[in-house]
């Protein structure tokens, strides 16, 4: 990719409008959309994910969209290479690669100078089940003798964390901290994020989440739970078909789902900003300003300067 033209990625919370920005950039720019989105990468999660159907893509080539079944475990490690393949190949055919996705690790993954630690399924699991049966504040307590660098930088509520820096410890010896992602890019990348006022994303939230139910999500995931949804390690928590899945099984009421899915989205977009929020390489518009598609040309002809 030397003298290529730098990657542009659309980053920000959920609801904000990435996916029509990135449409309108990657038409154009001459571009091809690669998804940065982790559960948009499993086939049949279209209507609570907000995957944009095929007929409204205007012909632009998108990626990363629909290469896992439900019952399998999304991998950061997988989708870095793959998404990396896909970015090059786009410049390499002469067209701009537009990376777009709320998911911050991935996003991470697939722009910044980042080696992913090892992973065993084994190891993994082995720490899973200690955490069930001693306990996750003695797991916690394991992870501050052997790694309290990664132990201060993990919330010692999160077993999913925590368990992964006990397999990256084993695994390598090296602590989990030196494996996070540094702030330089791979290649060259512009990256915009979008933001909203709290009170309209916030209320854009609960109308989706609405939307998501009248469009037919209970039916999408019975369908999906036909082909393993519940056995999918990733999938089967997803906020929505965490919740619609309780519905089904009678242990929520569809307005109580929906109301759990409304509060755990809004919830997920605070860790999403977190996430966001102190990379100084982002150029942040507000996605409700009229010139939002100017702005961005702008910031992407100026190399990522606000």
């Given at each position: 990719?030397?003298?290529?033209?730098?990657?542009?990625?659309?980053?920000?919370?959920?609801?904000?409008?990435?996916?029509?920005?990135?449409?309108?950039?990657?038409?154009?720019?001459?571009?091809?959309?690669?998804?940065?989105d982790a559960l948009q990468l499993y086939r049949g999660m279209d209507i609570g994910t907000a995957k944009l159907p095929v007929g409204e893509r205007r012909g632009i080539p998108h990626h990363q969209l629909d290469v896992l079944d439900?019952?399998?475990?999304?991998?950061?490690?997988?989708y870095?290479?793959?998404?990396?393949?896909?970015?090059?190949a786009i410049a390499a055919r002469g067209r701009r690669p537009v990376l777009v996705g709320g998911s911050g690790l991935y996003v991470r993954a697939a722009l910044d100078a980042l080696d992913i630690p090892p992973t065993d399924p084994a190891v993994r699991s082995r720490w899973e089940a200690f955490v069930e049966e001693e306990g996750l504040a003695t797991a916690y307590a394991r992870l501050r003798s052997i790694d309290p660098a990664a132990a201060a930088s993990i919330l010692a509520t999160n077993a999913r964390r925590i368990v992964r820096a006990l397999?990256?410890?084993?695994?390598?010896?090296?602590?989990?901290?030196?494996?996070?992602?540094?702030?330089a890019y791979r290649v060259p990348s512009v990256t915009i994020?979008?933001?909203?006022?709290?009170?309209?994303?916030d209320e854009r939230i609960g109308r989706r989440a609405e939307g998501m139910w009248a469009?037919?999500?209970?039916?999408?995931?019975?369908?999906?739970?036909?082909?393993?949804?519940?056995?999918?390690?990733?999938?089967?928590?997803?906020?929505?078909?965490?919740?619609?899945?309780?519905?089904?099984?009678?242990?929520?009421?569809?307005?109580?789902?929906i109301t759990a899915t409304t509060l755990a989205t809004r919830r997920y977009v605070r860790r999403q900003?977190?996430?966001?929020?102190?990379?100084p390489r982002i150029a942040w518009l507000d996605a409700?300003?009229?010139?939002?598609?100017?702005?961005?040309?702008?910031?992407?002809?100026?190399?990522?300067?606000?």
């Amino acid at each position: 990719m030397t003298g290529a033209p730098p990657i542009v990625a659309i980053v920000g919370a959920t609801a904000t409008g990435k996916s029509a920005l990135a449409l309108h950039l990657a038409e154009s720019l001459g571009g091809e959309i690669v998804n940065a989105d982790a559960l948009q990468l499993y086939r049949g999660m279209d209507i609570g994910t907000a995957k944009l159907p095929v007929g409204e893509r205007r012909g632009i080539p998108h990626h990363q969209l629909d290469v896992l079944d439900v019952e399998e475990e999304a991998s950061v490690a997988a989708y870095q290479h793959a998404a990396r393949a896909d970015l090059d190949a786009i410049a390499a055919r002469g067209r701009r690669p537009v990376l777009v996705g709320g998911s911050g690790l991935y996003v991470r993954a697939a722009l910044d100078a980042l080696d992913i630690p090892p992973t065993d399924p084994a190891v993994r699991s082995r720490w899973e089940a200690f955490v069930e049966e001693e306990g996750l504040a003695t797991a916690y307590a394991r992870l501050r003798s052997i790694d309290p660098a990664a132990a201060a930088s993990i919330l010692a509520t999160n077993a999913r964390r925590i368990v992964r820096a006990l397999e990256v410890n084993e695994l390598t010896g090296a602590s989990f901290v030196a494996a996070l992602p540094q702030r330089a890019y791979r290649v060259p990348s512009v990256t915009i994020g979008l933001r909203v006022e709290r009170s309209i994303l916030d209320e854009r939230i609960g109308r989706r989440a609405e939307g998501m139910w009248a469009a037919g999500l209970i039916e999408e995931v019975a369908a999906l739970a036909a082909r393993g949804l519940r056995e999918g390690r990733t999938a089967r928590k997803a906020i929505g078909y965490q919740q619609a899945l309780a519905q089904l099984d009678g242990t929520l009421a569809q307005s109580d789902a929906i109301t759990a899915t409304t509060l755990a989205t809004r919830r997920y977009v605070r860790r999403q900003e977190s996430w966001f929020r102190p990379d100084p390489r982002i150029a942040w518009l507000d996605a409700a300003a009229p010139d939002l598609e100017a702005r961005a040309a702008a910031i992407v002809a100026a190399g990522g300067r606000a």
